[in-house]
């Protein structure tokens, strides 16, 4: 965020405007896809994959040869100099030099926040580790606009790992900006959403249920997003053997369902929704990745300040609220899967988050810790 | 082959006369490339290979580029969702969303009829284990118009891996379309044609001889078309080592050849023809791969409905012939190297082959089964 | 270098004058890269990286693109046939059918000569093994030039791992056409500049002392070249463990630096340079990134034989020098490293280097053996 960039790195970094907006843009990019064709000539799109991961890659990707860019990048860390033990800030201040616009997945919490300080060009978090993951939100915003026509007074049932599930919590944040959403959050007891989710949903008014039975729930839901019950969150073999079938929908499941509701899944699959239910129209999984591509188009325009009718303004990052009391080099982030567990010579940043508990979050991965 | 969307899985999947005209249309752009460097603008080609294939790969890819169109993909399975379980299905269900036309390289024979079967974009079978490849077949039958000046009245040795060499069946099969075709077919005992070949030649009237002697059967021959003994498939690594060095083509085993003999191979070679053989002039295995970036770019204008002087038709996929007796889901294929072993929920389909030998066919690896 | 063509292999390929030219052109790149934008339209660059090397093959990929062309290839053997056992004789031969231009690392020393002795396209080494690396030292020729406004009467210091590295090697080399150079090499005992590489800066009356205390160097210099030790070059991991730390550029280090020093580093840095150091103007080694691309710019437009306004005469590959006394399969190379010792009946080639002491140098890894 070197220069003021603008960068995307949660969900939050967009306004619920700027989001309607990419949304209105990839409506423009359906009706007529040879308006938006030469968009990005001569502009590049970097891909800097740690860790694989196909269809978000190849959605970017595709998105920006859509508009007439190209793309360069490595899709896992063996390909990279990652493997020769070269950091990610040093990753990005090179990259930086070569591509107009950066798209990243890393396994590391705060990983793009990183390579973000340490870029030139505007930034897109794909994915670091079980932090965030923007633009598959931005997908499931389309989808339901589209699908359901509006994005208020929705029931929103969301079933799987609610605990480890990153979609899940930016798919809750993004929906808490529209009014009469209410959520039936369905999971075992060992995935439910985590304490900090429900405080601030309880914070904020919001309506929700928290249940282990799917079926029970569906006649009322507007929408149903499932999850995969992913194996590397489990240390315990055993415990994901005996959960991972419990969430698995299945045809005769969706028979009391609504005639209009909308199943989503942020994909892979594994099992967790039957091949069976392909066929049902209700099925929307498959569309999400054709709404994601539209919204990476649009994200990718508005980042670089390009149109269809030639360049417009480049957006600035938002002016730093007052800045809140920083400890720098005190206390060191406790959890392991935190980019500053491996990142050398990262300086461990905590901002205080809540004064009269003594809290303070980390800035790179959101870890709470209590200080004083 | 949603929306009779055409595919070539099998060389067999096109025919003779389509062949020709891909091959008049490779021996245009060979003279005028200029004028085929824009045909495929704004189109995308995604590469999917679940395993490695440098050559076929880059193949594609430059074939794609030269048409000036544009490349995306993953070059195995690591860099890939396969890796998180995600089944081919629902690979090519993701991916027909993002470009226009897939080709695909899998270890399971009958991947690529599966991929297509979910795919809204024509998919090319770049190899799918010890199945298809037709695209090289393609760029064997070019060589031999080009360095022959024919595709009939040959004879046409065919030496090494005779049993699980799939380039070697496939040529067949293509070279059987034509007249005055001889065989000769050159191979150690444990790897000689399946018998389900050479019956099926005894059926359509071939002439072929089997031998295991490579210099004996040289001076008769038109083309010699080598092939790598794969250490992949033999279980007994011994074996491997006392057959691998039993048919290497040196220069003075083609001192008996004809002047114009046109020596080929399905590349990479390891030893199977001594890098001595390079300079002579009969050796073509390096000019079937210029041949086949020219039939993959005459492929793939093909199957998008595009020439150099603007869009045509696109190809519909051929109306399914008077139905067969079919078996879903009542017996299963035993085949380990079928796709039907590792995909999950695809149904175990089959289709009758011989009525009176109770035989069915796997629709996805062609394997017969005895059942009644 | 079939047909006479071009390759650049070492920076020596280069004259003079010609890198001064390749220079001149990435200064005018840098005043307005939109003149270049489609200097290579239709033209693809195959990168053929043998084993991973994201900055440097990033770099070469986003040149080509840069310059209006395309580009394929693998980033690592595992995706490339070479696991099947190809040579990398065979796939220059098969690669150059496909692309108008190759950049290629390989492990092996030697690896991108064999390759160039195939190809009927121009070969760029970027990398082979602990040999050579010519497109690095254009970078660092031109962020000298830049930085200090000259290229004579300058005192390089040069500090790390002088033994194995190979950009060093270079850096002299190409320092040494010429005049006012004088070194300060800093190095462990262990990692000294190799005997041949002093005898030939004795030889060439060159000015040059041998330390192993970098601060006390610090004043004198005018560029300071700080490079990696390498974990790979070390059998002994205690031997390693022991000297890397011992050369870390840090703040206080440089108290004694002059006001315009010139900090240099090939990357990717483990913790040879503190990332304290980056927010120093003296440091340059991520410039030397943004220099490292428009040099590649105008390495691939030379060889290309294109100009911003068009075609110009190809380079041609330089008249032979009268030839030296040749052994042909008489001795064998016994670098470890050498591409000799794994390319499948490569001859083994040396050429009489020094007359008198009997020697002979390897035409591969530059080895040198005594034969009489």
Do not use: W
């Amino acid at each position: 965020m070197k220069k003021d960039v603008r960068s995307v790195i949660s969900i939050l970094d967009l306004t619920r405007e700027e989001i309607e907006s990419l949304m209105d843009t990839a409506d423009e990019i359906e009706r007529d896809p040879e308006a938006f064709s030469e968009v990005c000539r001569h502009k590049q799109l970097a891909t800097l994959f740690f860790e694989p991961s196909t269809r978000t890659r190849l959605s970017f990707e595709s998105a920006m040869l859509s508009l007439g860019g190209s793309v360069l990048g490595f899709s896992s860390a063996n390909s990279s100099s990652a493997s020769k033990g070269e950091s990610v800030a040093d990753t990005f201040e090179v990259v930086s030099n070569y591509a107009d616009i950066i798209a990243t997945r890393h396994p590391k919490e705060g990983a793009a926040y990183v390579g973000a300080l340490h870029s030139s060009v505007p930034v897109v978090n794909a994915g670091d580790g079980g932090h965030f993951h923007p633009t598959q939100t931005l997908a499931d915003l389309l989808t339901i606009r589209r699908k359901k026509g509006r994005l208020n007074d929705l029931c929103i049932g969301i079933c799987g790992d609610l605990k480890y599930g990153r979609t899940v919590h930016s798919l809750i944040e993004a929906m808490q900006r529209y009014s009469g959403i209410s959520y039936v959050l369905i999971s075992p007891e060992e995935l439910r959403l985590p304490g900090y989710m429900t405080d601030k949903l309880k914070a904020e008014g919001a309506e929700y249920v928290e249940t282990a039975d799917l079926e029970a729930s569906m006649p009322k839901l507007d929408v149903l997003y499932m999850t995969r019950i992913q194996k590397e969150r489990f240390t315990d073999e055993a415990e994901y053997q005996r959960l991972k079938d419990s969430y698995i929908l299945t045809p005769d499941k969706l028979s009391s369902a609504k005639k209009d509701l909308c199943i989503m899944h942020p994909l892979p699959r594994v099992n967790e929704i039957s091949v069976k239910v392909d066929e049902d129209e209700r099925a929307c999984y498959f569309y999400e990745t054709y709404c994601g591509k539209q919204m990476r188009m649009a994200l990718i325009m508005f980042l670089l300040g390009l149109t269809k009718d030639g360049a417009r303004e480049v957006p600035k990052a938002p002016a730093k609220m007052e800045p809140k009391k920083v400890l720098r080099d005190v206390i060191s982030c406790k959890n392991p899967a935190c980019i500053s567990s491996t990142e050398q010579e990262l300086p461990q940043v905590f901002e205080l988050a809540d004064e009269e508990k003594h809290e303070y979050r980390c800035i790179y991965c959101d870890s709470l810790v209590r200080y004083q």
